[in-house]
């Protein structure tokens, strides 16, 4: 029924009308949480301001469509509006959200990771590593080097990855340095 709805709507504002009623209706959480990505993509250019209004929100079923939405509503210089939900966030979406952020650019997630790579959450930490590999950038070769050389485990094992990853022409002289 939803979807016959959704093909009778004449316009993106009819079609996110009915993704809002959707999303606000007593529906399985999976159901919500496609209603949810369905208003974004209507919204055109507007998605960007839904993303930051669900992170800021109370609606915790829809982090995880905001988070999953991210990549396509914010470039490298906007990413730090996302990117400050980061510590704000419950344990599930700070790791969906620090491994969605290890696609953007190490100069513009860079700060947001290290301090995830700090969180008390082994968790958060160990997405936060990985997300830094992805990332890259030789600012991060210090900053991995001590993890790898001062913790154990998972947390040792994924900043020796992370350092492994990372890339770029500054990368190799600061790990010679």
């Known amino acids: 029924a939803a979807s016959a709805l959704l093909l009778a709507a004449e316009s993106d504002a009819g079609a996110a009308a009915i993704y809002d009623k959707l999303i606000a209706a007593n529906l399985p959480p999976v159901m919500r949480q496609a209603a949810f990505k369905g208003k974004i993509e209507a919204a055109g250019g507007g998605g960007k301001e839904i993303v930051l209004k669900t ?3 109370k609606d915790a079923v829809l982090y995880a469509p905001a988070i999953a ?4 509503n914010f470039r490298a210089a906007e990413i730090g ?7 704000r966030l419950p344990e599930d979406a700070r790791i969906q959200l620090a491994a969605v952020l ?3 650019p190490a100069d513009a997630v860079g700060p947001y990771l290290l301090a995830a790579a700090e969180n008390p959450s082994l968790d958060v930490r160990l997405a ?13 070769v210090a900053f991995l080097a001590t993890k790898a050389a001062r913790t154990s485990g998972a947390e040792q094992d994924a900043a020796r990855e992370s350092l492994a990853l990372l890339r770029g022409s500054d990368v190799d002289p600061a790990i010679l340095a």
Do not use: E, H, N, T
Not at 81 to 87: I, P
Not at 128 to 140: E, H, Q, S, T, Y
């Open 69 to 72: 939405m991210v990549p396509a």
């Open 55 to 57: 992170l800021a929100g």
């Open 81 to 87: 509006q996302a990117a400050d939900f980061l510590s």
């Open 102 to 104: 290890g696609g953007y």
């Open 128 to 140: 936060a590593l990985r997300a830094i590999g992805k990332a890259g950038g030789a600012k991060a």
